[in-house]
């Protein structure tokens, strides 16, 4: 008997287009075009090794999921997979699958939170006069309307999203790589390549300590690669999908990353006050003109797209956790359009409270929220590595012909990107700025181990846990 996650109600309304952008914009948010100065300001150009290091462990938990994914498509991908991969009547797979269903539920439903806001913030820019809590709720309603309609209405919402931050970084990578090659218009050269990059303290100013400082926080921008994985139970062709998008995230994570942060650092001296709008600043340092109007469009829109895919991820992960009574039964209702519509109302209304929370409680409620979804997420990264540690030797057991994408050098890169991300919590501990991160995530893990304690009390184990023991991934 196969668990209860290959009887899906979700319809499958996702074409292989949407894929492809869902895969290729899920790594641009609206941090790498607003927050990356950050990591600039605290390593300097050095910063470009900081993304790299922090790239290549996505890179890894990627091609983890995606061997995963494509040996076992799953409504709840890494939900499914780390109750899987710890079950038994002694294994804690029910604690693991409910840690990582909720921490992701959480991590996305604040982050629905603080796009809301940051959106409200962007749209100011052009109508200074309106209530940013008016532009917020307004955001979410939209999006929250676009995810109701259909799966295939996300879809082609995030379709246009994603295009418009790939074509952006695609333009901006092309117009700085001219300048930085001398091949642009003499009258708009207003900036000197070599001179921005080595003539304030050189390539690594600060020494390296700043460096890896700055691999911890750029953890939080690529967050949002792995949503392909989720969308592919509602896609016709999933493995296909995701076998594309995990071969091709090594090139999503060298161009869109670390390729615009060398261009920025190239264009930018690290240490000037205009590194607080590294792009603006880069495209204003290029002679670009409404440089500011422009930068501010795009950003809106890599907004727009986490709003929209973190409505998206949020809504199907609880559909997911209700399968299994982790989360109320009542959530998994779907429409007649395969909609799990409840699913996707307590998102938004998760999302607009903590909105709320931002102006009525700037400072205690929100700044919690904010301070801890980030540390939650890398848990999420932690488990879904150990869960691929323990399905691939049982898949190679069992099922090797479902082992279309496999995951190099096993087992040393999986434990190489353990040891690497529990490296990154280690180090938050010594990091002053990310001390508080890192400890309020510890209690949000620490509020979800005393939810799961109640819920096994009030539901005492069952067959379930013998019959995931004995799953067959079906070979499709």
């Not at 009547?89 to 539920?105: D, I, N, Q, S, V």
């Not at 069952?462 to 070979?475: G, K």
């Given at each position: 008997?196969?668990?209860?996650?290959?009887?899906?109600?979700?319809?499958?309304?996702?074409?292989?287009?949407?894929?492809?952008?869902?895969?290729?914009?899920?790594?641009?948010?609206?941090?790498?075009?607003?927050?990356?100065?950050?990591?600039?300001?605290?390593?300097?150009?050095?910063?470009?090794?900081?993304?790299?290091?922090?790239?290549?462990?996505?890179?890894?938990?990627?091609?983890?999921?995606?061997?995963?994914?494509?040996?076992?498509?799953?409504?709840?991908?890494?939900?499914?997979?780390?109750?899987?991969?710890?079950?038994?009547?002694?294994?804690?797979?029910?604690?693991?699958?409910?840690?990582?269903?909720?921490?992701?539920?959480?991590?996305?439903?604040?982050?629905?939170?603080?796009?809301?806001?940051?959106?409200?913030?962007?749209?100011?820019?052009?109508?200074?006069?309106?209530?940013?809590?008016?532009?917020?709720?307004?955001?979410?309603?939209?999006?929250?309307?676009?995810?109701?309609?259909?799966?295939?209405?996300?879809?082609?919402?995030?379709?246009?999203?994603?295009?418009?931050?790939?074509?952006?970084?695609?333009?901006?990578?092309?117009?700085?790589?001219?300048?930085?090659?001398?091949?642009?218009?003499?009258?708009?050269?207003?900036?000197?390549?070599?001179?921005?990059?080595?003539?304030?303290?050189?390539?690594?100013?600060?020494?390296?300590?700043?460096?890896?400082?700055?691999?911890?926080?750029?953890?939080?921008?690529?967050?949002?690669?792995?949503?392909?994985?989720?969308?592919?139970?509602?896609?016709?062709?999933?493995?296909?999908?995701?076998?594309?998008?995990?071969?091709?995230?090594?090139?999503?994570?060298?161009?869109?990353?670390?390729?615009?942060?060398?261009?920025?650092?190239?264009?930018?001296?690290?240490?000037?006050?205009?590194?607080?709008?590294?792009?603006?600043?880069?495209?204003?340092?290029?002679?670009?003109?409404?440089?500011?109007?422009?930068?501010?469009?795009?950003?809106?829109?890599?907004?727009?797209?986490?709003?929209?895919?973190?409505?998206?991820?949020?809504?199907?992960?609880?559909?997911?956790?209700?399968?299994?009574?982790?989360?109320?039964?009542?959530?998994?209702?779907?429409?007649?359009?395969?909609?799990?519509?409840?699913?996707?109302?307590?998102?938004?209304?998760?999302?607009?409270?903590?909105?709320?929370?931002?102006?009525?409680?700037?400072?205690?409620?929100?700044?919690?929220?904010?301070?801890?979804?980030?540390?939650?997420?890398?848990?999420?990264?932690?488990?879904?590595?150990?869960?691929?540690?323990?399905?691939?030797?049982?898949?190679?057991?069992?099922?090797?012909q479902t082992l279309r994408v496999r995951m190099w050098c096993y087992p040393y890169l999986t434990w190489f990107a353990i040891a690497g991300m529990v490296g990154i919590l280690v180090a938050m501990a010594f990091i002053p700025d990310q001390r508080t991160p890192l400890w309020l995530g510890v209690v949000s893990l620490g509020v979800l181990l005393v939810a799961y304690a109640w819920r096994a009390?009030?539901?005492?184990?069952?067959?379930?846990?013998?019959?995931?023991?004995?799953?067959?991934?079906?070979?499709?």
């Open positions: 008997m196969q668990p209860s996650m290959n009887k899906s109600e979700l319809k499958t309304g996702l074409k292989q287009r949407h894929m492809t952008m869902i895969a290729l914009g899920g790594v641009i948010g609206a941090g790498l075009f607003v927050g990356s100065g950050v990591v600039v300001r605290q390593a300097g150009p050095a910063a470009v090794l900081s993304f790299l290091i922090t790239g290549g462990l996505i890179v890894l938990v990627m091609r983890m999921l995606g061997e995963m994914a494509c040996a076992m498509p799953a409504v709840g991908s890494f939900y499914e997979y780390a109750r899987l991969a710890f079950s038994g009547k002694r294994g804690p797979g029910k604690l693991a699958g409910f840690l990582t269903g909720w921490m992701y539920w959480y991590f996305w439903v604040i982050v629905v939170a603080v796009e809301a806001v940051a959106g409200a913030k962007l749209v100011q820019f052009w109508l200074p006069d309106t209530p940013a809590w008016a532009i917020s709720l307004v955001l979410l309603v939209v999006l929250t309307a676009t995810n109701l309609i259909s799966v295939g209405s996300y879809g082609e919402f995030e379709f246009w999203f994603a295009s418009i931050k790939v074509a952006a970084i695609i333009v901006f990578l092309f117009l700085g790589g001219l300048y930085v090659l001398g091949l642009w218009p003499a009258s708009m050269h207003t900036a000197s390549v070599i001179p921005t990059l080595l003539s304030h303290g050189g390539l690594m100013p600060k020494g390296i300590g700043p460096v890896l400082s700055g691999a911890v926080a750029a953890t939080g921008f690529y967050f949002g690669a792995e949503i392909v994985t989720i969308a592919a139970a509602e896609a016709h062709e999933p493995v296909k999908a995701v076998a594309k998008a995990t071969n091709s995230v090594i090139t999503r994570v060298l161009f869109f990353y670390v390729g615009s942060i060398l261009l920025v650092v190239a264009l930018v001296p690290w240490d000037s006050p205009k590194m607080a709008t590294p792009y603006v600043s880069a495209l204003e340092a290029m002679g670009i003109p409404a440089a500011a109007n422009v930068m501010n469009a795009i950003v809106l829109t890599a907004v727009l797209s986490a709003l929209n895919s973190g409505l998206y991820a949020a809504s199907r992960m609880i559909f997911a956790l209700t399968r299994h009574g982790d989360a109320p039964a009542s959530l998994a209702k779907v429409n007649r359009r395969g909609v799990p519509v409840r699913a996707i109302l307590i998102g938004t209304l998760f999302g607009y409270v903590s909105v709320v929370m931002s102006y009525v409680s700037p400072d205690t409620v929100f700044a919690f929220l904010v301070n801890s979804y980030g540390t939650v997420a890398i848990f999420v990264y932690v488990l879904i590595a150990l869960s691929q540690l323990k399905l691939r030797a049982r898949l190679e057991r069992e099922s090797p009390r009030k539901s005492p184990a069952s067959a379930e846990e013998a019959e995931l023991a004995e799953y067959r991934p079906r070979v499709q």
